[in-house]
């Protein structure tokens, strides 16, 4: 679930990034650090993955 938070976060802030239009100074740069954010959540969440099998 948090990956899929980290992604959705990523894809935001990108579209913010590469908008076709002119934004303000102040939402290039949230939008910029939304992406890095997205994109640190989902790669730490990938990472501290805990596996609930039992060995048989």
């Known amino acids: 679930m948090l990956r899929t938070i980290g992604l959705v976060l990523a894809t935001v802030g990108t579209a913010v990034l590469t908008a076709p ?3 303000p100074i102040i939402v290039t740069t949230i939008g910029g650090y939304v992406a ?3 994109g640190v959540i989902s790669a730490v969440s ?3 993955v805990e596996k609930n099998e039992q060995p048989q």
């Open 21 to 23: 239009v002119s934004l």
């Open 36 to 38: 890095v954010a997205g």
């Open 46 to 48: 990938q990472l501290t």
